[in-house]
């Protein structure tokens, strides 16, 4: 269950950089560390976090209700034909919900915790701005440590 929360918030959270990445990119240090911080306001930002989190909620709502039957069918066929066996009969009515009952508080919990969530990443940002240095120092040594690559030959 765990995983799934984490695999459900990951995604949308991840989104929330998309506007800082599509920027364009200015590698100074102060324009990186100003970015980090954007990106950690937003992530702080109670009414992005309201919004964010009810819009995941609703998400995972609709998707414990999608019928697995039509994605899983072909593959238990596929199974079975390759196993040389009769393919299992998939009930029509599966769902998330249906195979795993439990999940019936996960889109109140990711309500809940989505928030938390999202200050405890904002609260990050200023570890990734400090170790954006220590990177750039190591990509400058393994550029001066590898050999340069060599173009493959053309035909």
Known sequence: MRRLIFAATAVPLACLAVPALAQDIDQTPVAEAEALDRMAQGMSDPVRQAQLAATLAALTEIVLDI???????????????????????????????????????????????????????AGLSGSLAALVPALRDMADQLEVALPPAESPPTR
């Open 67 to 121: 019928p697995l039957a039509p994605i899983v069918e072909p593959l238990a066929e596929a199974a079975g034909e390759m196993a040389g066996e009769p393919s299992p009969r998939i009930d029509p009515d599966l769902t998330l919900r249906r195979m795993a009952p439990r999940s019936d508080d996960l889109s109140r919990t990711i309500q809940d915790r989505l928030p938390q969530v999202m200050d405890r990443m």
